[in-house]
């Protein structure tokens, strides 16, 4: 049986798509509205505002990745694995969502109120969910907060490279070779891993 989506899901679902071809700039709903075959008055009912349609945005995205990495660590035995997929996933995806990836987060950096969810999750949501991968591979609870910060600057500079160069198989030799030391304990940090 398929549920039916709903209006307001199917819009979030347009905008997403729209924000991530053009980014977000200073787009208003009205060119929004227009871009996506909709009413100014259609997206202000669903979404109240410009910023409660991008904290939308960010809520459906952050959303979608935080269920793909628990579905990955529920599916693998090996945390090291569900990481791996984790970062093909990201890195098929960096090309198309790079982009609005670091240009929300620049609004997260900068402190604008509709952001303020997505400043938490950069900041904490991440931290919480590779700590887990940690933990759940071996590590004791503080080392493995460690490492979770470390892997997710690798992440997203990583992330980075790869939306700016297209160099697929170096930022892939490079999360492999981070990973492979992580997962043998050796030194990265100055510290064991």
Request: glycine share 10%.
């Given at each position: 049986m398929t549920t039916a989506v709903s209006a307001h899901d199917a819009l979030l679902a347009k905008a997403v798509?729209?924000?991530?071809?053009?980014?977000?700039?200073?787009?208003?709903?009205?060119?929004?509205?227009?871009?996506?075959?909709?009413?100014?008055?259609?997206l202000h009912y669903h979404f109240g505002s410009r910023d409660g349609l991008l904290v939308a945005v960010v809520e459906a995205v952050e959303r979608a990745e935080k269920e793909i990495l628990a579905r990955l660590l529920d599916e693998h035995d090996d945390p090291y694995s569900a990481g791996a997929t984790f970062w093909e996933h990201v890195a098929d995806s960096a090309?198309?969502?790079?982009?609005?990836?670091?240009?929300?987060?620049?609004?997260a950096m900068l402190g604008h109120a509709w952001a303020r969810s997505l400043r938490e999750w950069l900041t904490d949501g991440w931290v919480e969910a590779l700590t887990k991968l940690y933990v759940s591979a071996g590590h004791p609870p503080v080392r493995a907060a460690e490492l979770a910060r470390m892997s997710l600057a690798m992440a997203r500079g990583l992330t980075f490279e790869l939306a700016?160069?297209?160099?697929?198989?170096?930022?892939?030799a490079a999360m492999a070779a981070f990973t492979e030391s992580t997962r043998a304990g050796r030194e990265i940090g100055g510290r064991p891993a």
């Open positions: 798509a729209w924000f991530t071809e053009h980014g977000v700039g200073d787009t208003s709903l009205r060119t929004l509205a227009a871009e996506l075959g909709t009413s100014h008055r259609m090309q198309t969502f790079a982009p609005l990836y670091f240009e929300l987060a620049g609004h700016l160069t297209g160099d697929r198989a170096a930022v892939d």
